[in-house]
């Protein structure tokens, strides 16, 4: 520790220049006198500019408390600067993670005592360093927070694809939040599945409480979200009617009549909600229809997949889209599209469909706006092309896609398979068939030799991952708020770089597209590489190499 | 500390190597070309990347290096179990420090007024001509030579608030308190595998030669040798170990001269072979034109 006279003096003169770095660099060194001097004077600048101490005002300091059962620093009054971006309440008392605090005590505006003496940041090195949390992980954290960042420790996926497209993201539900809490997805997860477990055995009594509290919750939804009116209302109308039928009887408390009504007014809306929306409404999967559990045996539909592996909370679905048969609109079997009438009754309550089967007429529906005049242009040029054999074929197809049959059954009737017998007769062949070059981009594609592998397709419910992101991370905000704050801009994993050992590798090819596949957004996934104090940034992330086309 | 006795202690916390002082991280770069990375905070410029402060991260090679050359220990800090008097010393130092700052806050006060001293008093003037002026608007008759007047002033005259308890000077430490914790030595066992055993083979000769060498991450070797300190001089090397008889596929041959090629810096491929020597063999990419 410093004396008075050392601290005054520092605080007298407190010099905010940064010490040189870099420079004009020799390449040899020459044993000159003037390069001796200059390595010199650097290694004394440098010693004194480490050895300066922190210094601040008591009353500008906070006062943070360590425990070490719960390995989190404990704050009372938090100061002007961190708190909207760091730190998190529990039972009204505010904490801070470990890497957090170390991080404000050497930025010199957290104190942090423990056994009524204070901590030098070599304990608290000493304390905060252990299995949750490893010198890696504050090091990748200190590194982006220096830079500006606002780095929170991942906190899972907070909204599907579709909340975020409707704009519910903004409400995040008040279980959510306190799954997203850090505190308690470790501590109360357990405690959870007990609950569940509970409910899943049948209970009335919860199955009623849970659909009071599921009114109560669609009511705040219906109320909040704008947009999103009609199809959540569908959802619930949906669920509503649903229950209806199958809990006769055994609930006379289904609620307040008023939000029913506000379902059955906008029932019209939802045959059309059926029928326009059969795509959006799979992804109106767990989150939207939430702690809704049927204890019906009878319901087929009853998903029963609410947990997973890593321990996070999935409102299980009170619908089995894998049994309920949605009808193919977009299938290729000409104009009309017959839809059968599905055993269990998806429509609403009081809309009752006679028809066992209805024909849907596609053409009726078919957008038959007029052609732009770009495409016509283009179609005229290819007219004209040079190849007067085709003309005809041209003329008889009425498409495009005839016109591409009526093609390749014109060329492969008259091309003469015998033109380059030489160059087919061996095993080692050209890549590319004359018979097949078309266009530019078919002989592009038989001249593309390494595959490249397909991305995965998105799926919103797909499990997570066997590894997550470590951290999201935002770019600094002034509208960030702690409880609810969005799609991080990049998410970053942490890996220690050994090079003697091979234990720990960068994330592979399918930790990457599972990452991707599970959460579903477009925000990118840095790679923090640490070896020996240096942190090193690595891009993963998919993209397609164009190619390039041209009308032929 | 430690070095009173010319060593330099080495922390183990989580199973890295710190140094926590800055002489003594100064001494090993300056004396044993030991160079290590800084990876805290600087206290005058903590918002920023590319100057770091202590502590200092030793890499396993360096630490086993310098237990060899019997020119550092190893030592990890064992809480004290914290007594009353422990917590009443603590009181009273603090206590001490308040006092002193309390002198010296009003010592630099004082300082302060004497030179501003002329300031004071002119200030004090015009406040009182102006004083005088309004009352001479009001209808008083007041003398020119009112507003002549001097003033007379010494330092003592002009009050110093007493520093408050809250506004005194306090410090976050970066070494652990001496009376509260006790270093305890630590047993160092690398290195161990054969990689292991290869890396600090080949560092060791390395540095035996008179290079300074940091961790290669930054470019893909296991080393970067400097010909001089890292501050003043580029580095020439890049060194990757490998087994003596292990194969190079092709393609790991361009990687390497490619990277070699870009940095301008020539990769070093050290390997200890049959005879127990170490064997080095450097690369260099010619192009195809």
């Known amino acids: ?470 951290f999201d991370v935002y770019s600094p905000n002034k509208k960030f708020k702690k409880t609810n704050p969005g799609t991080p801009d990049f998410r970053v994993i942490v890996m220690r770089l050994i090079q003697t050992r091979c234990d720990e590798s960068p994330p592979d090819l399918k930790t990457i597209s599972d990452i991707d596949v599970y959460f579903d957004d477009d925000v990118p996934l840095h790679c923090a590489v640490v070896d020996a104090g240096t942190v090193m940034f690595n891009t993963l992330s998919f993209f397609t190499l164009p190619t390039e086309v041209s009308l032929g | 500390m430690s070095f009173d006795r010319g060593k330099t202690t080495i922390t183990l916390i989580n199973g890295q190597c710190f140094v926590w002082n800055s002489k003594q991280a100064r001494f090993l770069r300056e004396e044993l070309r030991i160079v290590g990375t800084l990876c805290g905070s600087l206290p005058r410029a903590p918002m920023q990347n590319t100057h770091l402060g202590l502590p200092l991260q030793l890499m396993p090679e360096e630490v086993t290096l310098l237990l060899e050359k019997g020119l550092a220990e190893v030592v990890e800090n064992t809480e004290d179990v914290i007594t009353e008097e422990m917590k009443l010393e603590y009181k009273n130092k603090e206590k001490k420090s308040y006092k002193r700052q309390v002198e010296l806050y009003t010592r630099e006060r004082q300082e302060e007024i004497k030179r501003k001293l002329p300031q004071i008093i002119a200030g004090k003037k015009a406040k009182r001509n102006k004083v005088l002026d309004e009352r001479r608007k009001n209808g008083e008759i007041i003398d020119d030579s009112e507003f002549e007047k001097e003033i007379e002033m010494t330092v003592e005259d002009v009050g110093i608030p007493t520093l408050q308890e809250a506004s005194m000077l306090m410090e976050i430490p970066l070494a652990c308190d001496p009376s509260t914790t006790t270093p305890v030595l630590v047993k160092w066992t690398y290195p161990k595998s054969d990689k292991e055993v290869l890396r600090y083979r080949v560092f060791r000769d390395l540095w035996d030669k008179g290079h300074y060498l940091t961790s290669g991450s930054k470019f893909g070797g296991d080393f970067i040798a400097y010909p001089g300190d890292p501050s003043r001089f580029h580095s020439l090397f890049i060194v990757v170990c490998k087994p003596h008889s292990a194969s190079i596929s092709g393609i790991e041959l361009i990687t390497m001269g490619r990277l070699g090629t870009n940095v301008k810096k020539t990769i070093v491929l050290s390997s200890v072979d049959e005879n127990d020597k170490l064997c080095y063999t450097s690369l260099q990419w010619t192009g195809i034109s």
């Not at chain 1, 039928?245 to 379902?263: K, V």
């Open chain 1, 1 to 470: 520790m410093h004396s008075a006279d050392e601290l005054f003096r520092v605080r007298q003169g407190l010099e905010k220049s940064v010490p040189q770095k870099g420079g004009v660099k020799d390449f040899m060194p020459d044993g000159s006198w003037i390069q001796g001097k200059q390595i010199e004077k650097f290694h004394e600048e440098r010693e004194k500019v480490l050895a300066e101490p922190r210094v601040q005002k008591k009353c500008d300091y906070v006062h943070g408390l360590w425990t070490n059962e719960s390995r989190l620093v404990e704050i009372e009054h938090e100061g002007k600067s961190f708190w909207k971006n760091m730190g998190f309440t529990r039972n009204g008392r505010k904490f801070l993670h470990p890497e957090e605090a170390l991080f404000l005590m050497e930025m010199n505006v957290l104190q942090v005592w423990y056994n009524f003496l204070p901590m030098s940041i070599e304990g608290a090195y000493c304390r905060f360093l252990g299995p949750t949390l490893t010198l890696e992980f504050h090091q990748v954290y200190a590194h982006l927070r220096r830079m500006g960042y606002v780095v929170i420790r991942h906190r899972g996926k907070l909204a599907s694809r579709y909340e975020r497209e409707i704009g519910l993201d903004k409400y995040q539900k008040k279980k959510e939040r306190q799954l997203g809490d850090p505190m308690t997805s470790s501590l109360l997860t357990k405690k959870n599945s007990i609950e569940e477990l509970a409910q899943m055995e049948g209970l009335e009594n919860c199955v009623t409480d849970k659909m009071c509290e599921h009114e109560k919750v669609a009511g705040e939804e219906i109320v909040a979200s704008e947009n999103s009116q009609i199809k959540m209302d569908c959802a619930a109308s949906i669920e509503k009617a649903h229950s209806q039928e199958t809990e006769i009887g055994g609930n006379e408390e289904m609620g307040s009549s008023l939000i029913l009504q506000s379902h059955m007014n906008s029932i019209k809306d939802s045959a059309e909600c059926l029928n326009d929306n059969v795509t959006s409404l799979s992804p109106v999967d767990d989150n939207i229809l939430t702690t809704f559990k049927h204890s019906d045996a009878t319901n087929s539909a009853f998903s029963s997949e609410s947990r997973n592996a890593s321990g996070f909370q999935y409102k299980s679905s009170a619908w089995d889209f894998r049994k309920i048969a949605f009808p193919n609109f977009g299938a290729e079997c000409g104009d009309v599209i017959k839809i059968q009438r599905s055993e269990s009754n998806l429509t609403p309550g009081h809309v009752v469909c006679e028809l066992d089967c209805y024909d849907f007429n596609r053409m009726a529906h078919i957008n038959k706006k007029k052609d732009k005049k770009k495409d016509l242009e283009r179609d005229r040029k290819l007219k004209f092309s040079n190849n007067n054999s085709r003309f005809s074929s041209y003329q008889n197809s009425r498409n495009w896609s005839e016109y591409k049959v009526c093609l390749y059954n014109w060329r492969s009737n008259n091309w003469r398979q015998d033109q380059f017998p030489h160059l087919f007769a061996d095993g080692l062949q050209p890549l590319v068939r004359p018979e097949l070059a078309t266009s530019t981009e078919a002989i592009l594609q038989q001249l593309q030799v390494i595959k490249s592998s397909t991305k995965p397709p998105r799926n919103s419910k797909a499990d997570p991952p066997a590894v997550l992101p470590h």
